[in-house]
Nanobody
């Protein structure tokens, strides 16, 4: 399974950016998809996850209200809408997928390559 994230970019603080992650390759049913990020010198952190066939989603506390994860089954994509971006949101963003149904907690079996988001002050 290949996961391909859309290009990130440079955004001013307070701005918005939408990332998308598409499944490439042969058809595969996954249970949930998620977004992570890794800032320079930091460990990779979980941001948000959403069930593919259900309504459950979850977020890390410090992005609640600013980031929204959604899915588009027709396009086989999961999106991350990021609003009110801050310089500390600068990181490489990764999408991931799990084969486990009913689990927004992973394990995350598949990963995209990552895309850089830079937020300027």
């Amino acid at each position: 399974v290949q996961l391909q994230a859309s290009r990130g970019g440079l955004v001013q603080a307070g701005g918005s950016l939408r990332l998308s992650c598409a499944r490439a390759g042969r058809a595969f049913n996954y249970g949930a998809m998620a977004w992570f990020r890794q800032a320079p010198g930091e460990e990779r952190e979980f941001l948000a996850a959403i069930e593919w066939n259900g309504d459950d989603s979850r977020y890390v506390d410090h992005v609640k209200g600013r980031f929204t994860i959604s899915r588009d089954p027709a396009e086989h994509t999961v999106n991350l809408q990021m609003n009110n971006l801050k310089p500390e949101d600068t990181a490489i963003y990764y999408c991931a997928a799990t084969r486990m149904f009913g689990s927004t907690g992973g394990p995350w079996d598949y990963w995209g390559r990552g895309t850089l988001v830079t937020v300027s002050s």
